[in-house]
T-cell receptor
């Protein structure tokens, strides 16, 4: 049981390039989330999903897109990267039952846009 | 006014002392509150959740909630150098069981000196 995995761990992009941050969870969780964390700041919700095929915007969605074709995967797409998107990106998931209120986080992707 | 406010610190305490971390929130209707610990360069990890007024203890950790004052705190007894981390306060904005829309504070950095 790997939990929540994210790839890549690090990436440097040039302004205007695009990329996809991958997120996979093997806990059969319905709910998945993408956050960004800027230095000295808390986590800001970018997008979330309540199940396969259902996504919605969070607090800071501009410049990003998501899809959820399977329960396991929730990729985050950056189009036309900008320096303001330099951040650490975390994917998280929650399930049901006794573990309802625990968000499990992936290890993060550190992205630099130059 | 920020939705969730924390003093950024650092809060410095000697080993063996009690560390007291505080958090205030603006939405009086909030019902669920969480403390996450984040080591430098790592992802957040849930350490405490609290839903009712009063204290909740788990080992060396005690979470305290006062809904009338819109105040949540985390006490760490017998602080250890391994407790040195950033502590994020999070408040659930809504959603059904299992689904969490969390608002995070910016975190308080705790330093425990040997």
């Amino acid at each position: 049981n790997a939990g929540v995995t994210q790839t890549p761990k690090f990436r440097i992009l040039k302004i205007g390039q695009s990329m996809t941050l991958q997120c996979t969870q093997d806990m059969n969780h319905n709910y998945m989330y993408w956050y960004r964390q800027d230095p000295g700041m808390g986590l800001k919700l970018i997008y979330y999903s309540v199940g396969a095929g259902i996504t919605d915007k969070g607090e800071v969605p501009n410049g990003y897109n998501v899809s959820r074709s399977t329960t396991e995967d929730f990729p985050l797409r950056l189009e036309l990267a900008a320096p303001s998107q330099t951040s650490v990106y975390f994917c998280a998931s929650t399930g049901g039952g006794a573990d309802t209120d625990t968000q499990y986080f992936g290890p993060g992707t550190r992205l630099t846009v130059l | 006014q920020k939705e969730v406010e924390q003093n950024s610190g650092p809060l410095s305490v000697p080993e063996g002392a009690i560390a007291s971390l505080n958090c205030t929130y603006s939405d009086r209707g909030s019902q669920s509150f969480f403390w996450y610990r984040q080591y430098s360069g790592k992802s957040p990890e849930l350490i405490m959740s609290i839903y009712s007024n009063g204290d909740k203890e788990d080992g060396r950790f005690t979470a305290q909630l006062n809904k009338a004052s819109q105040y949540v705190s985390l006490l760490i007894r017998d602080s250890q150098p391994s407790d040195s981390a950033t502590y994020l306060c999070a408040v659930k904005k809504g959603g059904n069981t299992g689904f969490q829309k969390l608002v995070f504070g910016t975190g308080t950095r705790l330093l425990v000196s040997p």
